[in-house]
C-alpha cells in the first residue's frame, strides 16, 4: 500500500503562484510514475502532469509553459509549481501514483482557489 498526502493549496489571486507538495509513504519501492490531477466543480478528474521515475515529465496543454512537475525521489515527495494562475485553474488538486501491477494510488486533494 502506498499513501499519499498533499498540501500547499489554498486561495490566490489570479496571475499569482502557488507550490503544491505530495508525500509518499509505505511501500514507495513500487512506485514508478507520479502525477498530478484535478477536478473543478461540475467537471470531471483531469490529467495536470506527470513525471516518471526517470524524471521524464508530461503536461496537459491548457498548463505547459505555467506549472512546472519535479520529483525528489530521496524525500519521496513530487511537488507541483504553479504560475500564473487563472480562474480556470480553480479546482481540488490531487496527487496520483503508479505502482507494480498496475495499481494506483490517490491521495485525498488539496483545494486551489484562484480569485479573480
Known amino acids: 500500500q502506498v499513501q499519499l498526502v498533499e498540501s500547499g493549496g489554498g486561495l490566490v489571486q489570479a496571475g499569482g503562484s502557488l507550490r503544491l507538495s505530495c508525500v509518499a509513504s509505505?511501500?514507495?519501492?513500487?512506485?514508478?510514475?507520479m502525477g498530478w490531477y484535478r477536478q473543478a466543480p461540475g467537471k470531471q478528474r483531469e490529467l495536470v502532469a506527470t513525471?516518471?521515475?526517470?524524471?521524464?515529465?508530461d503536461y496537459a496543454d491548457s498548463v505547459k509553459g505555467r506549472f512546472t512537475i519535479s520529483r525528489l525521489n530521496a524525500k519521496n515527495t513530487v511537488y507541483l509549481q504553479m504560475n500564473s494562475l487563472n480562474s480556470e485553474d480553480t479546482a481540488v488538486y490531487y496527487c496520483n501514483a503508479g505502482a507494480y501491477y498496475n495499481k494506483h494510488y490517490w491521495g485525498k486533494g488539496t483545494l486551489v482557489t484562484v480569485s479573480s
Open positions: 509505505g511501500s514507495i519501492e513500487s512506485i514508478n510514475d
Open positions: 513525471v516518471t521515475a526517470g524524471g521524464s515529465t
